[in-house]
């Protein structure tokens, strides 16, 4: 696998929340409450497919030899996946959108920096996802392809275009320049391709480990879609739009994963 491909599968995810941020030069003002729940629901079902199809059935896959329990390692590994979640939740002061109470230690951070950690916490898994499905892939593993590979890079970058654009049209509303919202859009998904590389570079050392580490970054995704998408996509009236586009995603993330990665 060329260096190239490896720089464009961590960078493409990257690139999807920076175009997504890059909506507050185009657009005014914030997005409506009910634009903003389909296109977390829609984010929600592209990270519950890509945990699943990409990330836990390769893990099980892999342990096929030891038979009836085949299944233990993606359970450790996904089980220190949300406790990874869980611990970063409480030491990492952050906001919710659509939420009064800041999360985490008390501090004395704006609003607007804690709503880019609450972003960045839950990109945070997503770069683990693609860095550990790229050494996967570079380690020879019949069980992850090139073009599944690539299929994680791309359903993670559709659903964080609007992620840059909800999290960057919010803080041009609230006052910031449409550069500081921009760039602050722009900060939250960096932590993906650095997040990416430093798994890749463990999981090339650790190959063995490989099972528990794509079932690890199923946890973190999964923790982050129980704990903060849901909850978001199902806020007001009128919530089933965020269902309806849920299932969009699942079942594009599914078309992606399989179509590519046969």
Same mark, same amino acid.
């Given at each position: 696998?060329?260096?190239?491909?490896?720089?464009?599968?961590?960078?493409?995810?990257?690139?999807?929340?920076?175009?997504?941020?890059?909506?507050?030069?185009?657009?005014?003002?914030?997005?409506?409450?009910?634009?903003?729940? $389909?296109?977390?629901?829609?984010?929600?079902?592209?990270?519950?497919?890509?945990?699943?199809?990409?990330?836990?059935?390769?893990?099980?896959?892999?342990?096929?030899?030891? !038979?009836?329990?085949?299944?233990?390692? $993606?359970?450790?590994?996904?089980?220190?996946?949300?406790?990874?979640?869980?611990?970063?939740?409480?030491?990492?002061? /952050?906001? /919710?959108?659509?939420? %009064?109470?800041?999360?985490?230690?008390?501090?004395?951070?704006?609003?607007?920096?804690?709503?880019?950690?609450?972003?960045?916490? /839950?990109?945070?898994?997503?770069?683990?996802?693609?860095?550990?499905?790229?050494?996967?892939?570079?380690?020879?593993?019949?069980?992850?392809?090139?073009?599944?590979?690539?299929?994680?890079?791309?359903?993670? +970058?559709?659903?964080?275009?609007? %992620? #840059?654009?909800?999290?960057?049209?919010?803080?041009? +509303?609230?006052?910031?320049?449409?550069?500081?919202?921009?760039?602050?859009?722009?900060?939250?998904?960096?932590?993906?391709?650095?997040?990416?590389?430093?798994?890749? &570079? +463990? $999981?090339?050392?650790? #190959?063995?480990?490989?099972?528990?580490?794509?079932?690890?970054?199923?946890?973190?995704?999964?923790?982050?879609?129980?704990?903060?998408?849901?909850?978001?996509?199902?806020? !007001?009236?009128?919530?089933?739009?965020?269902?309806?586009?849920?299932?969009?995603?699942?079942?594009?993330?599914?078309?992606?994963?399989?179509? &590519?990665? !046969?």
């Amino acid at each position: 696998m060329s260096v190239s491909s490896l720089f464009w599968g961590l960078m493409i995810p990257f690139i999807g929340t920076s175009a997504g941020a890059a909506c507050v030069f185009c657009m005014r003002g914030a997005l409506r409450d009910s634009v903003q729940r $389909a296109l977390t629901g829609f984010a929600s079902g592209v990270m519950v497919a890509a945990s699943i199809w990409s990330l836990i059935v390769p893990a099980m896959e892999q342990c096929a030899n030891m !038979g009836r329990l085949a299944f233990l390692p $993606a359970v450790v590994g996904f089980w220190l996946g949300v406790l990874f979640l869980l611990l970063l939740d409480r030491v990492t002061p /952050h906001l /919710h959108r659509f939420s %009064e109470q800041s999360e985490g230690p008390r501090t004395k951070l704006a609003r607007t920096t804690m709503m880019v950690l609450a972003v960045t916490l /839950h990109n945070i898994p997503e770069g683990m996802a693609v860095g550990v499905v790229y050494a996967g892939l570079r380690s020879g593993s019949a069980q992850i392809s090139a073009g599944g590979a690539l299929a994680l890079a791309l359903g993670i +970058a559709i659903q964080n275009f609007p %992620e #840059g654009a909800i999290i960057s049209l919010p803080l041009r +509303a609230e006052g910031k320049s449409r550069l500081g919202a921009f760039g602050d859009g722009v900060l939250s998904g960096a932590v993906e391709p650095i997040a990416g590389l430093i798994t890749l &570079l +463990a $999981a090339q050392r650790v #190959g063995p480990a490989m099972p528990y580490l794509l079932s690890f970054a199923a946890g973190a995704m999964l923790y982050v879609v129980v704990e903060e998408l849901i909850p978001e996509m199902s806020t !007001g009236a009128h919530s089933n739009i965020g269902v309806v586009m849920f299932s969009a995603g699942f079942t594009l993330m599914m078309a992606l994963d399989v179509g &590519l990665g !046969g």
